[in-house]
């Protein structure tokens, strides 16, 4: 089941296992069953202190992970390879006693969680979301007796998904009831769970020394800014809803020099961990709200929080990147993860054999069509300009498929609803004017990104576009603020470009450090 490298990796990880664990199937004859039942097996060879065993369970195929003598447990109904495969490691490890790496502080509040929680994550193979949702799960489960988790394949278990009318992952639901959907951080779901959990990570952000850089965003920018001021001995911290940002959505890079190929997920931990071995303090989960004039705050600028903290710098780097534009028709927002969604790699195997449509014609677009063809009855690309804007290559590719059609000059106008889900579209042909519809249970809007700056407008000069507007050295309108990556009015939104210019504006930051002396008491 598992090639000779792999073996070799995971047997590696399986020496930091302290306490014996138990691999505890649900198998019957299926091929499932007997792909699973090679997988377990070839685990329970690596290491003296793993072993294998069956046992029923209300889903087959799936496994339980469990500690011998003890109530530590995680379950998948699923054959954890693909994007959860580290989801799986993880598991083994943090069952057989090795630590999870989350803050000591976060671990005492899943500890002090009181009640019984059953959460189940309906996730795909595919989805490069999913595992940070799993992952969380998994953590606080084995963290606290009371909290139970199961990872499901939703192409293992597809009529569930459809009695249930699952239509994105990760969805995730808490003691029978949906709890949540899209991917989900260990603060978040406390969040959720523990209504005190903001008001005490706000009262502790209050507290925290002011930084001589604070960086507002985890993507690929900020953390190459983060890096970079690390680097020259000052005080570096960062500030993210979500580390890795946008490029933890991105299925493949293959433009990202010296490396020929690796995946957004991948890339994120390897900035997450390069980024932490700078010792920058990194604050997760949190949103910036507004930004606060040095004057304001004694001569250091302010970044106030959605939380209701504020967390105080010398000088600031902005870098909140994009997120995927809407198209802001009728419907859209009532049928989200009811048939509309945007990642096609994510929610692509949950309309498995049903007509979908693509809003977007460039790269994006047609590459998640001709994804999409391979495993839906139809694909329809619906594209506002007169022609397509993506390379060639694709346009090749996508007309040489069979289930696949194209409507230039198409103006979306409503995504209809039938029975709670998404039913079809309505586009106007923009030439003739004619009202077209389009019969489709899945729309994937494909139509560009959206700058993260809504919270800055008054406060700092943005474009017509919304773009933090800056010069060559990454300086913005305002003395000591800098910015970089997407959200700004660089013109091309690529992963090495934003490292680029995060650099650049780590560099200017200190440059302005060095040549100002605003106090930082």
Request: hydrophobic share 40%; charged share 20%; aromatic share 6%.
């Amino acid at each position: 089941m598992l090639d000779n490298t792999l073996k070799q990796q995971l047997s590696a990880y399986l020496e930091r296992v302290q306490f014996p664990i138990s691999l505890v199937a649900s198998l019957d004859g299926s091929d499932a069953s007997r792909e699973l039942r090679a997988l377990l097996e070839d685990i329970a060879t690596l290491s003296d202190k793993v072993s294998f065993s069956e046992a029923t369970h209300s889903r087959t195929p799936s496994f339980a992970i469990r500690r011998d003598g003890s109530s530590e447990e995680v379950r998948f109904s699923a054959i954890p390879l693909g994007h959860e495969f580290t989801s799986l490691v993880l598991a083994l490890l943090q069952v057989g006693g090795h630590p999870p790496k989350i803050d000591d502080a976060l671990a005492a509040q899943v500890k002090a969680l009181d009640g019984d929680y059953v959460f189940e994550t309906f996730m795909s193979l595919h989805c490069q979301s999913c595992p940070d949702t799993v992952q969380a799960l998994n953590t606080m489960s084995v963290l606290n007796p009371r909290i139970r988790h199961e990872a499901i394949d939703g192409a293992l278990f597809q009529a569930e998904v459809e009695e249930r009318e699952i239509l994105s992952v990760p969805t995730v639901y808490l003691n029978g009831e949906p709890f949540d959907a899209g991917r989900l951080s260990i603060e978040q779901i406390l969040g959720k769970l523990d209504s005190g959990a903001a008001e005490r990570a706000a009262e502790a952000l209050n507290d925290v020394a002011p930084f001589d850089v604070l960086v507002v965003g985890g993507g690929p920018a900020g953390a190459a800014a983060a890096i970079y001021a690390a680097r020259k001995g000052i005080r570096t911290g960062v500030v993210a809803e979500r580390f890795g940002g946008q490029v933890l959505d991105t299925m493949s890079i293959e433009n990202f020099p010296s490396v020929e190929y690796t995946e957004g997920p991948k890339l994120g931990a390897s900035l997450e961990a390069h980024v932490r071995s700078y010792g920058v303090e990194m604050i997760n989960g949190q949103r910036a709200a507004e930004l606060i004039p040095a004057p304001e705050t004694g001569g250091l600028f302010g970044v106030r929080l959605e939380s209701g903290a504020t967390l105080k710098a010398k000088s600031i780097i902005l870098a909140t990147g994009a997120r995927w534009r809407q198209t802001g028709v009728p419907g859209e927002e009532a049928l989200r993860n009811k048939g509309v969604t945007y990642c096609p790699h994510c929610d692509g195997p949950l309309f498995k054999g049903k007509r979908v449509a693509v809003i977007g014609g460039g790269n994006s677009g047609i590459e998640a069509a001709i994804d999409l063809a391979g495993v839906v009855d139809h694909v329809t690309v619906l594209e506002f300009d007169s022609k397509l804007r993506a390379d060639d290559v694709l346009q090749k590719k996508l007309a040489s498929l069979p289930n696949t059609a194209v409507h230039l000059n198409a103006q979306t106008t409503e995504m209809v609803e039938k029975n709670g889900k998404l039913g079809g579209l309505k586009f106007t042909d923009r030439v003739s004017g004619e009202s077209r519809n389009v019969d489709v249970e899945g729309c994937f809007v494909q139509i560009g990104l959206l700058p993260n700056t809504e919270w800055l407008t008054g406060a700092i000069t943005l474009s017509p576009r919304g773009e933090i507007e800056m010069d060559a050295r990454g300086a913005t309108s305002i003395p000591g603020v800098f910015a970089a990556g997407d959200a700004t009015t660089e013109p091309f939104k690529q992963i090495v470009v934003a490292m680029g210019s995060g650099s650049t504006a780590a560099l200017s930051a200190f440059d302005y450090l060095i040549r100002t002396s605003t106090p930082a008491d």
